[in-house]
């Protein structure tokens, strides 16, 4: 008996050991096939992110070692420059109008296409989700052409006689703000638009088919229905929208190249004017300069995920600590 134990008990601890085993092997054979991207993120990611903030320490060119330390005269120079502050400004603008524009429009185009019994919805859809998958590049020269002060749109308004004279459409200060927003809008609404309609397609149908019963129109359906149900995903949409919007670069690169008068110009392209370019540096490139600006814009960046991602999930978080405290209470009792 007593052996029969003993031979069970050594079975035991050889099965728990080849298994220690074979979860240590899966273990490293992971890291073995994590390693690559490991590798490239601290190479291409994180080591750049570090040295942005110990660059922006630095009067530094980019060329050479790191000898002229200057401490905080970067960002003091940033927070009383007019240029800076004008650009955080129209990133602003920016931000706002192509979320404003995007994410409401990308709603209303969703809620269109989510109709069953619209005809040929699959090619709208794709119509409409185009210029996602067009490089951001070509379509910032493509509109450029467009509404230069020679182009098709201003051509085709003066061939019908609405106006006399062409629009300075990108080189007046207002009005190329207004035609960055609209053509970033456009840009980004096919993919809000495949958000919404994820959101829509996950409301049941029983929901509408109870609000009909109950005599409810198309927007009493819409207030009392859809509205509160794609809240969730609606947070997500517009703080994608939000990150998007601060990362505006290549359209205004090609589309107005921060002109005029930088009147354009966003805090990515000052980030990238004063980086590679030595016309703004005083005949050399301030690469320490540039990465004091890339600190601010991150710093600007994480605020704003963090008072929206306070405003639309705060009282979620605090209804699960809430009940979290009520289980516990429960149990301790």
């Keep these: 008996m007593a052996n029969n134990m003993e031979l069970s008990q050594k079975s035991t601890n050889k099965d728990t050991s080849n298994l ?17 991207q490991i590798i490239v ?16 320490f630095y009067e530094w060119s980019g060329i050479g070692p790191l000898n002229d330390f200057i401490g905080l005269a970067n960002y003091q120079q940033l927070l009383t420059s007019g240029r800076f502050w004008n650009s955080a400004l129209v990133s602003i603008y920016y931000i706002l109008g192509t979320t404003l524009l995007g994410v409401g429009g990308a709603l209303i185009l969703a809620i269109i296409l989510n109709d069953q019994k ?13 210029p996602v998958v067009t490089t ?48 970033g809008s456009w840009k980004g609404l096919g993919i809000n638009m495949v958000y919404w309609l994820a959101g829509l397609q996950s409301i049941p149908n029983e929901l509408y088919e109870s609000a009909q019963l109950d005599g409810a129109g198309f927007w009493a359906t819409l207030r ?24 505006a670069f290549d359209l205004v690169k090609t589309l107005t190249n921060g002109g005029p008068n930088f009147a354009t110009e966003t805090m990515d392209l000052f980030i990238y004017n004063y980086a590679f370019s030595s016309q703004l540096g005083g005949g050399q490139v301030r690469m320490g300069y540039a990465s004091a600006a890339g600190v601010l814009l991150g710093l600007f960046t994480f605020a704003i995920s963090m008072v929206f991602g306070a405003a639309s999930f705060g009282k979620q978080i605090i209804k699960l600590k809430g009940n979290k405290k009520k289980k516990g209470g429960v149990k301790a009792l």
Excluded: E
């Design 136 to 183: 951001t590049a070509i379509v910032g020269i493509i509109m450029g052409s467009i509404f230069g002060i020679n182009g098709f749109f201003n051509q085709l308004l003066v061939d019908f006689n609405i106006i006399d004279k062409p629009i300075p459409w990108l080189t007046d200060p207002v009005l190329a703000v207004i035609i960055l927003i609209v053509i």
């Design 20 to 36: 220690k085993t074979l979860q240590k092997r899966k273990t490293i054979w992971a890291y073995i096939f994590l390693a690559p």
């Design 224 to 247: 009392h229905v859809t509205l509160p149900l794609l809240k969730p995903i609606a947070a997500v949409i517009i703080l994608l929208s939000l990150v998007s919007g601060i990362n």
């Design 41 to 56: 993120f601290f190479i291409f990611s994180a080591y750049p992110i570090v040295m942005s903030y110990v660059y922006s």
């Design 118 to 130: 619209l005809k040929s919805k699959g090619f709208y859809r794709a119509i409409y989700f185009l």
